[in-house]
């Protein structure tokens, strides 16, 4: 049976996409690619925010070019919202690749795959507006105890500086007993923690009417027996209401942790992106989250040096950072997307200058973060093991988990009773801009999650293989 890798490019709903290709190989007939082999088929999973994905993808169709010329059954694949934004483009520069596929017919994978097989030659198929929800589709999840839910795809925003909702077309709501159910059977497999997905998932229910829809499913969420955890990502503040801080304050496995995108901290910089809110409204939703939650961590994502930013705007930016205090900041460089009417602006700035910027504002929110993770020093946290984070720590004796905030900890393991999936509490001891050092368990709780996770280790003669979603980082050679 041939072999495959997925590589996933992007934002975690990529990510669940990439589970859905896993899902559907499995389903058609492919076998994971084991260490130390060359698999059958790769595909790419992409993204189209950032140029610097674009020039990953064709970096890497370069890399797999000579072993295509001498064999002509591998097969390459690349879909995600690349694929959807290029189409032909890809086969003009990388004609060897066999299959093309869009956002909204990731289903047709294995059927183009045949197809390129028999007919030797290039599929491309793009469909401009999604058929059924990808709900429907065979998933192999990457993790045996926590997992992505998607509540929603698309965005109904116009983001100036965003190609995505071109990509992925307007928002469409799931029904909330179709996700409640998913949910459900989730947790009876063993999962003990669900991230629901959307664009823009605080405005789940604009398809049926119901501005406080979201603020629902979280509580839903909180009567689901065995669900420790639920987290969400990502929100928008314009849609960022009152009764979804209740639900996460009221809702003991709702995580005290918001990651909320601000992007800039210039109210002209966002009436330019079309954010449709000002940094006080931001700020305002943060001093609700706080109060609501005293112990809350914010995350945010924030781009420097969009069209017309000034020196000011950016000290606007570095001064709302200041008082926010986010316990981290995921930061870009504006990036120019065809397609975009971020792209035709004037003042677009200059790579030296956005450079400098961003150095600046990551130094500034390292501190930051520092000083917010030394003060959790002294404190006892729960941690979910993690399977996937700093695996280098083995050699350290650590294990690494992530706390209800979401921090993620590394923590002495060298009595070897803690395992992937399993319920910690420790003491946290040190902290640094990007993560913290913990004490041996206090306590270990035994989930079902962990159980799982233990068969999910497979032995085929001397190969071994965590039985997530190979990568192309996963196989030591190709």
Same mark, same amino acid.
């Given at each position: 049976m041939p072999t495959f890798v997925v590589e996933t490019y992007g934002c975690q709903m990529n990510v669940h996409d990439s589970e859905r290709i896993?899902?559907?190989?499995?389903?058609?007939?492919?076998?994971?690619?084991?260490a130390d082999t060359q698999p059958d088929l790769v595909v790419f999973n992409t993204c189209a925010v950032r140029e610097n994905a674009d020039n990953k993808l064709y970096g890497n169709l370069s890399f797999l070019a000579p072993r295509k010329k001498s064999d002509p059954n591998f097969q390459i694949a690349v879909g995600g919202c690349m694929a959807q934004k290029d189409k032909d483009i890809i086969i003009k520069r990388a004609?060897?690749?066999?299959?093309?596929?869009?956002?909204?017919?990731?289903?047709?994978?294995?059927?183009?795959?045949?197809r390129a097989r028999i007919e030797e030659a290039s599929q491309v198929e793009i469909k401009?507006?999604?058929?059924?929800?990808?709900?429907?589709?065979?998933?192999?999840?990457?993790?045996?105890?926590?997992?992505?839910?998607?509540?929603?795809?698309?965005?109904?925003?116009?983001c100036t500086f965003c190609i995505v909702p071109q990509l992925r077309g307007i928002e469409k709501d799931r029904p909330a007993h179709e996700?409640?159910?998913?949910?459900?059977?989730?947790?009876?497999?063993?999962?003990?923690?669900?991230?629901?997905?959307?664009?823009?998932?605080?405005?789940?229910?604009? &398809?049926?009417? &119901?501005?406080?829809a979201f603020a629902k499913l979280l509580r839903q969420c909180g009567e689901v027996q065995g669900l420790e955890r639920v987290r969400f990502m990502s929100p928008h503040p314009r849609d960022f209401t009152d009764d979804v801080i209740d639900a996460m304050a009221?809702?003991?496995?709702?995580?005290?942790?918001?990651?909320?995108?601000?992007?800039?901290?210039?109210?002209?910089?966002?009436?330019?992106m079309r954010r449709s809110y000002r940094a006080d409204r931001y700020l305002g939703?943060?001093?609700?989250?706080?109060?609501?939650?005293?112990?809350?961590?914010i995350t945010t994502d924030i781009i420097v040096g969009f069209p017309g930013e000034s020196d000011d705007d950016f000290a606007a930016t570095i001064n709302l950072v200041k008082q926010a205090k986010f316990s981290a900041a995921y930061t870009f460089q504006y990036s120019k997307r065809p397609?975009?009417?971020?792209?035709?602006?004037?003042?677009?700035?200059?790579? &030296?200058?956005?450079?400098?910027?961003?150095?600046?504002?990551?130094?500034?929110?390292?501190?930051?973060?520092?000083s917010e993770n030394e003060k959790q020093i002294g404190k006892t946290v729960e941690l979910l093991v993690s399977s996937n984070e700093g695996r280098h720590d083995v050699d350290q004796k650590r294990m690494n988990?992530?706390?209800? &905030?979401?921090?993620?900890?590394?923590?002495?393991?060298?009595?070897?009773?803690?395992?992937?999936?399993?319920?910690?509490?420790?003491?946290?001891?040190?902290?640094?801009?990007?993560?913290?050092?913990?004490?041996?368990?206090?306590?270990?709780?035994?989930?079902?999650?962990?159980?799982?996770?233990?068969?999910?280790?497979?032995?085929?003669?001397?190969?071994?293989?965590?039985?997530?979603?190979?990568?192309?980082?996963?196989?030591?050679?190709?």
């Open positions: 896993a899902g559907l190989l499995l389903d058609a007939g492919y076998t994971q690619a084991l004609p060897y690749v066999d299959v093309v596929f869009g956002t909204h017919n990731i289903g047709s994978l294995p059927m183009l795959l045949e401009e507006s999604l058929e059924h929800f990808p709900s429907t589709l065979p998933v192999k999840r990457d993790s045996a105890f926590s997992a992505w839910v998607s509540v929603s795809v698309g965005c109904n925003n116009t996700i409640m159910n998913e949910v459900r059977a989730l947790v009876d497999a063993g999962v003990v923690e669900i991230t629901l997905l959307g664009q823009n998932v605080n405005a789940y229910g604009v &398809d049926f009417g &119901d501005r406080g009221q809702t003991k496995n709702v995580m005290p942790h918001l990651h909320m995108p601000l992007q800039s901290g210039s109210d002209k910089i966002l009436q330019a939703i943060i001093e609700k989250v706080r109060k609501a939650m005293p112990d809350a961590a397609g975009t009417p971020a792209a035709l602006m004037a003042d677009q700035i200059g790579d &030296d200058v956005m450079a400098h910027r961003y150095n600046q504002l990551h130094n500034i929110q390292q501190e930051i973060s520092k988990g992530r706390s209800a &905030d979401f921090r993620l900890t590394h923590f002495d393991n060298s009595a070897n009773t803690a395992r992937p999936g399993d319920l910690v509490k420790v003491k946290v001891t040190q902290g640094f801009a990007n993560h913290i050092l913990a004490s041996a368990p206090i306590s270990v709780t035994k989930t079902k999650g962990g159980d799982v996770h233990a068969s999910w280790v497979e032995d085929i003669g001397d190969k071994k293989i965590l039985l997530g979603i190979p990568t192309l980082s996963s196989l030591k050679s190709l």
